[in-house]
């Protein structure tokens, strides 16, 4: 009697411990399951440092891109090229650097910072000045009257200003008259305001919305020595980084480049 005991109390306790174990491992099954399962609703961030002269294309090429990505969350972050390849030197979290030059970017692929780069449009410098004067170039500034630059170290557009006026010997004529600013933005701010009488800005920053702006007159094309070209590159691993430099090599990137005044 007592056998039958200790069997039906051992029987039962194999019972509850099968019970347990199966349990364990459904709970166990049943979390792997759970954390392998995609998360379809979750966004993809992808962090952009643009150069200034992007601000408005930028958008409309994220427009673009979005009708393929729609889960691309894309945050912009502008400013002066140098500027911003300064802050990807120093760890800033960014994806893609787009830049109004190609000196920029090179160096980050020097340092293994930016990879899949990819020259992505070209630009043209202008003069423009107060659209009440009838100034026809930087001679004709006169007294206190300021001359406009982008910060000939981090702004491309500043660069390319100084590489003009030293080539044609303008540059200690008015050496005194300059004010410097933090992008072509900014420059063209100043001369709208009248805080400069002249300036020199990329020829797509006299549009916005596509349309022309009236506040600046558009005195003369700068000519250069060599053409002024954009070039961009992935500066992380992520799968969207590397999607976005594909798609600044499409036919829709490069036709939305050209409606805002790039060379694409």
């Keep these: 009697m007592k056998r039958k005991h200790i069997l039906a109390l051992i029987i039962a306790v194999c019972l509850v411990l099968a019970g347990c174990s199966n349990s364990s491992n459904s709970n166990k099954d049943g979390d792997k399951k759970e954390s392998s399962s995609p998360d379809s609703g979750k966004k993809q961030e992808l962090q952009i440092s643009a150069a200034a002269s992007l601000t408005d294309v ?8 979005k009708k393929d990505h729609k889960d691309a969350n894309i945050k912009f972050n502008y400013g002066g090229s140098g500027a911003l390849r300064q802050q990807i030197e120093t760890g800033a979290p960014v994806d893609v650097f787009m830049s109004a030059n190609t000196k920029d970017v090179d160096a980050l692929k020097d340092k293994k910072k930016a990879h899949d780069t990819y020259n992505y449009a070209k630009n043209k410098l202008v003069l423009v000045g107060d659209k009440d004067k009838n100034y026809q170039s930087v001679k004709d500034l006169k007294g206190n009257d300021k001359l406009a630059l982008g910060e000939v170290k981090t702004v491309p557009a500043g660069k390319y200003a100084k590489q003009y006026l030293d080539d044609n010997k303008l540059y200690d004529s008015v050496k005194d008259k300059i004010i410097y600013a933090k992008d072509v933005k900014q420059v063209l ?4 305001k009248g805080n400069a009488q002249e300036g020199f800005v990329y020829k797509t920053d006299l549009y916005n919305q596509k349309k022309k702006t ?3 007159k558009e005195i003369k ?28 090599k499409s ?3 490069k036709k939305i480049l050209k409606e805002y005044q790039f060379s694409a």
């Design 58 to 65: 930028s958008k409309a090429l994220e427009k673009e891109f």
């Design 189 to 192: 701010n100043y001369v709208e």
């Design 214 to 216: 009236d506040k600046v």
């Design 221 to 248: 094309q700068v000519q250069l020595s060599k053409p002024i070209v954009y070039e961009a590159g992935a500066t992380s691993d992520k799968k969207l980084a590397k999607e976005w430099m594909k798609f600044l």
């Design 251 to 253: 036919d829709k990137a």
